[in-house]
Structures are given as C-alpha cells and as structure tokens.
C-alpha cells in the first residue's frame, strides 16, 4: 500500500511552509519562503497578503515537483497561520484594500483609547483584552481610514478574514468565505460562550457583519482546491486552526492542565483547560483551545510580543553576531548574565503589564560587560517574560504547571532549554520535532479524513522529546528573578515619566 500524506500550510509572522506529513505524523518533507516585513511607521506592521498567498503558491509547487509521490498519495491540504493578523478585500476584485494589519502592530492604540467605557464588555464576551494585539480594532482601523473603504463594507463589497480565510478564499477560488473557531475567538468579534459572531460586538468596532466568514471547527471540510490547476484533482481543505492552538494540539495536550509554549517571533504560552470557560483577568487572556466535530477544549494563555524577534534585533540591529552558530556559541561562553538585563519592549510590555507605551531597554550595564553578555541577557529575557506569564497563568487556573511542552525557534538552543527549567523549577519537555504547530493541523485534518479513526489513535502516534530538569537552588533562581524585576520597574518608571 502506498504511503499517504497530509499535505499542510504553515503560514506564519516570517515565512510560508509547505510541509508532507505522513501518517505517524512525521514531517517528511517540507519547504519555506520568506516575505517582507513592511513598516511604515514606528510600531506600525504589514505583510502584503497577495505576496503570501502568491509564496504559499511557490512553496507548494516547491514540495510537489521535489518528490516522486502521485496525488493520490494527498489526502488532504491543512492550514496553519499566524492568528491576529487580518486582511480586508474586494469579493469582486480579489483583491485587498490594504496590506494586512499585522498582530504585532500597535497603531490601534487610540482606537482602543477611544473604546475604553466597553472594556469590560469586550473581555466578558470575547476572553480577551481591547488591545491592539488583536484583529477589531485593526478591521475597524481599515474601513475608517481607507479611502471609499467603510461604503463599500456597507453595500456588501468587501470581506474579513484572518489569513486561514484569506488562504481558503484564495485557493477556492473565491467559493469559500470561512475561519476556524481558533482564529475567529482572537477577532475580538466572537462571543465565545456562544460560539457566534457577537452583534454587540459588531457594533462596538462599527463593522457590518455581511463581511465574516463562516465558522467550522478545525476538522471540518473547508473546501476543496485543486491549487489553481497545478493538481488534476481537488483536495479537500480539512484541519484549519491558529498556529498557537496547532503546536497545543500537536503537542498532545489533549487533557486538562496539560501546557505548552510555542516560540516563534513571539511567544504563546497555553494551558488546556477543558470544556468549562475559565474567565480572563490580571493579564491573561482566555480562548479557544480547540474545536473539533467532538467538541471544545477552552485554553487559557500568557502571551508575549518579543522572543525570537529580540534575537533578530540584536543580530540585525546592534551587530553583535552574524550566524545562530555564533550566536549559540557566545552565549556558551559566558556562564551568567554579569548582571545585564534586556527587556525587549519594542512593542510595550505584555502579560501581567500590559503597558503599551513601554519602550525596549538595556539595564545593569558595567565595565566588565560585553557583547556575548548582552546576547546571553537577549536569550534569558524570553525565559523571564515565561515565568511571568506563567505565574499569572497557574494563579487563575489554579493549578500548578509542573511540566511545560516546548517547541519552536529558540528551543534549538540547549542553552535556553536548561535556563528555562532552572528559573521555572519545572520539568520542560522538548519536543523534537520543529513543525508542531504543523503537525497539529495535519492531526486535526487526518481525523477529519479519516487517516486517523479516533484520538485513542493518534496519542498512540510516536512523539520523541528531550528532557530539562533545574540544576540550581531555590536561593539563584531567586536573585536572578530579582534582578529581571528591578529591570521591569525601571522600564515602567521611564515610561510613567514620558507620559
């Protein structure tokens, strides 16, 4: 018998992936294509959606023409995607009206300002905070300040979608406007006791609700596509959810209390806390898990704007290395921080601050310091910002975390890794496989083709991880964690005086 594929889309904040992961959910193949970063002012971020729908064109063609398997080894095209970012464009023309307004762009900080008084009202329906993090406040920044934009969402012109739904538009050919129930609970706009569109909602952020996409859960059939003619037959679109919920699920959280934190550009860290809704307060927030034709799994989460993205700017902007090679290297050679903190609010501070208006600073600098111990405070900050949104987590669920699933972009570093498990005093379980998020929506659309017959079957699927465990005592763990406060509070001080 021939071996058979679930052909999947990682689209995500820096590149497009076209994976093949076969039936013991491992990633066979895969390839990937960047696309431009767009910032047109200071803490404002685009992509230009056609540039990655046309890069998720490349990537598939790529993974296709570079292996010898036949269509019908495919059994099914899955999506995985960054979360908040949204696109606005013409049903008729295809095409946008704007760039797509990127999850970590800040330029809707007065609309949010400005919505204040429903506050409470937002986070009671949707779970989250009104911040420019998510997609509202970015859909209703786009129909009021594009020109002829707001009349033309009015007449029934234009659509919304977070990039799932761009993609799935695009590859239909326009025959299906959905989302999954993962992404359409970071909109802002979905009342996620309810599981619908919230016209409450709809009302605050003035967007008319003949623009929203369909809603299924993850492992329903989307649609089908036959890639604009590069196959001879269609693909059923099965297994679409936010990149976030995929790695949770990829990981096998399946029970409750079960965690996870997916490094990427930034950072997500999540705990599946079942079918019963656990409110969101002190700065996390609450969502969807995920949504199968079985039923919901909430999740509660801690999120962070800036892990994988201070390395980059380090790298990038002050020059201090020019390879990950040389990079793991010289935080190898120093054996602590020399009392050097970074705090990498380049787009204010997240969980437990919320403090927008904050700015990225480089604290405790000495005579003796140098540049691998500003790499290596680089490196420690993703770490701290985990232990404060984790400690913010285990207080509102009421449990304790005591083994943490990683995966994504810094966990490369066994570095990182060992630091993570001295300051959390908790088991961290590495997972080898560097796609989970991927590998999530594979599983959820395996289960909806039936590669797989039921859950039973896929935790029984092979899942290799590696294992950090704290070396240090609890006096350390202490003073280290004392220091990355103080250098918080001096951030926060400046910020109260730019006020």
């Not at 404002?44 to 056609?50: A, D, K, M, P, Q």
């Not at 799935?168 to 970071?186: I, P």
């Not at 550009?265 to 898990?289: D, F, H, L, Q, R």
């Not at 680089?378 to 770490?383: C, D, G, K, R, V």
Request: hydrophobic letters at 35%.
């Amino acid at each position: 018998m021939k071996e058979k594929f679930i052909l999947t889309i990682d689209q995500s904040t820096s590149a497009t992936k076209a994976l093949l992961i076969d039936d013991k959910a491992f990633v066979r193949y895969k390839a990937s294509k960047k696309h431009e970063q767009i910032y047109p002012a200071q803490g404002w971020v685009e992509h230009n959606s056609i540039e990655i729908y046309e890069n998720v064109k490349h990537v598939i063609e790529k993974v296709l023409s570079e292996n010898k398997i036949e269509e019908e080894q495919i059994i099914g095209l899955s999506i995985t995607n960054q979360r908040e970012t949204v696109v606005v464009w013409d049903k008729n023309t295809g095409l946008p009206v704007y760039n797509a307004i990127v999850w970590q762009c800040r330029r809707t900080s007065d609309i949010c300002s400005e919505l204040k008084e429903y506050e409470d009202m937002v986070t009671e329906k949707t779970g989250l905070r009104l911040d420019p993090y998510f997609s509202g406040t970015k859909i209703k920044w786009i129909l009021d300040n594009v020109e002829g934009a707001r009349l033309k969402a009015e007449e029934g012109q234009l659509l919304l979608g977070t990039i799932d739904t761009w993609l799935v538009w695009k590859l239909t050919n326009g025959k299906c406007h959905v989302t999954d129930f993962t992404n359409a609970s970071r909109t802002l706009l979905l009342n996620i006791k309810t599981l619908k569109w919230d016209d409450d909602l709809l009302k605050v952020f003035n967007i008319p609700n003949n623009m929203l996409p369909e809603i299924y859960p993850s492992d329903e059939i989307f649609g089908e596509t036959d890639l604009q003619g590069q196959l001879n037959k269609s693909l059923k679109i099965c297994g679409v959810i936010g990149d976030s919920q995929g790695a949770l699920f990829g990981q096998r959280c399946f029970e409750v209390g079960m965690a996870k934190s997916t490094f990427g550009t930034g950072n997500s860290i999540m705990v599946n806390v079942g079918e019963n809704y656990i409110p969101s307060k002190n700065g996390i927030v609450s969502t969807i898990a995920y949504v199968s034709k079985n039923g919901i799994n909430y999740g509660i989460e801690g999120i962070i704007n800036s892990s994988g993205d201070t390395i980059n700017w380090i790298r990038d902007e002050l020059g201090l290395f020019t390879d990950f090679e040389e990079f793991n290297k010289a935080v190898t050679e120093v054996k602590d921080n020399e009392g050097v903190y970074l705090v990498p609010a380049f787009l204010g501070l997240g969980i437990p601050y919320w403090e927008a208006e904050a700015k990225a600073s480089i604290v405790g600098l000495s005579r003796n310091a140098t540049k691998k111990h500003i790499m290596r405070a680089a490196l420690e900050s993703i770490a701290y910002q985990v232990k404060d949104a984790l400690d913010v987590i285990e207080n509102e669920a009421k449990i304790k975390v005591s083994n943490l699933n990683i995966d994504g972009g810094v966990t490369t570093n066994k570095i990182y890794n060992q630091f993570l498990a001295d300051l959390l005093n908790c088991k961290i379980e590495k997972n080898l496989n560097e796609e989970l998020s991927s590998v999530g929506a594979a599983l959820l659309g395996g289960l909806g083709l039936n590669m797989w017959t039921s859950m039973e079957e896929v935790k029984k699927l092979p899942n290799k991880t590696e294992t950090y465990e704290s070396k240090i005592q609890e006096e350390e763990r202490a003073k280290l964690y004392k220091g990355w406060q103080n250098a918080i509070k001096s951030v926060l001080y400046l910020t109260d005086l730019n006020k």
